[in-house]
């Protein structure tokens, strides 16, 4: 099993910038696809973006694309979420997920371990 730990959330003015990780302890990191999720208030948990074992694939959201960037150090056993260029409809708790298929989904249900949440909210 994966226990995950979000950290790096906080308040930000618009067009800033956050860096989010997520420490992973348990079995070996590099034997996990990892994704980062979000959800704000009243809305369903959505996909920001994914990455395969050793990094060689990633995906991000179309939302993000351009702003936001997911990357991983197995050595240190961390998944990341830089986050630039920051919009208030990022607000959200932030989550970082564990799949043991190394294949990005983009789905909730794929997910076998999740984090508790790291709570990022952008100001106008």
């Known amino acids: 099993q994966a ?3 979000e950290s790096g959330g906080g308040l930000v003015q618009a067009g800033g910038s956050l860096s989010l990780s997520c420490a992973a302890s ?3 990191f590099s034997s996990y696809a990892m994704g980062w999720f979000r959800q704000a208030p009243g809305k369903q948990r959505e996909f920001v973006a994914g990455i395969l074992r050793f990094g060689l694939g990633t995906l991000h959201e179309d939302s993000v694309k351009g702003r936001f960037t997911i990357s991983r150090d197995n050595a240190k056993n961390t998944v990341y979420l830089q986050m630039n260029g920051l919009k208030v409809e990022d607000t959200a708790v932030y989550y970082c997920a564990a799949r043991e298929i190394n294949i ?5 249900s794929d997910y076998d371990y999740w984090g508790q949440g790291t709570q990022v909210s952008v100001s106008s």
């Open 3 to 5: 226990q995950l730990v």
């Open 26 to 28: 348990g079995r070996t």
């Open 104 to 108: 990005i989904s983009t789905l909730v």
